[in-house]
């Protein structure tokens, strides 16, 4: 899995963080941040979770 984020598309939600936070942070403005784009397998499922509840669609997913 590679993983992609569209800052500018960001709303500051948060949801990312939480269910993935070894995956995602945020910036001082709550904007996310991408920690690592190629998490290993045991992330996948709340990485994949992060994408389909993020409110801006911001976060795109290429599954290898």
């Given at each position: 899995?590679?993983?992609?984020?569209?800052?500018?598309?960001?709303?500051?939600?948060?949801?990312?963080?939480?269910?993935?936070?070894?995956?995602?942070?945020?910036?001082?403005?709550?904007?996310?941040?991408?920690l690592?784009?190629?998490?290993?397998?045991?992330?996948?499922?709340?990485?994949?979770?992060?994408?389909?509840?993020?409110?801006?669609?911001?976060?795109?997913?290429?599954e290898?």
């Open positions: 899995m590679h993983v992609e984020v569209d800052q500018p598309k960001c709303v500051a939600s948060g949801q990312c963080v939480m269910l993935a936070p070894g995956v995602f942070d945020q910036d001082d403005d709550g904007i996310v941040e991408l690592d784009a190629d998490p290993a397998p045991e992330h996948h499922d709340d990485v994949r979770e992060s994408a389909a509840v993020c409110p801006a669609a911001a976060i795109r997913l290429t290898k």
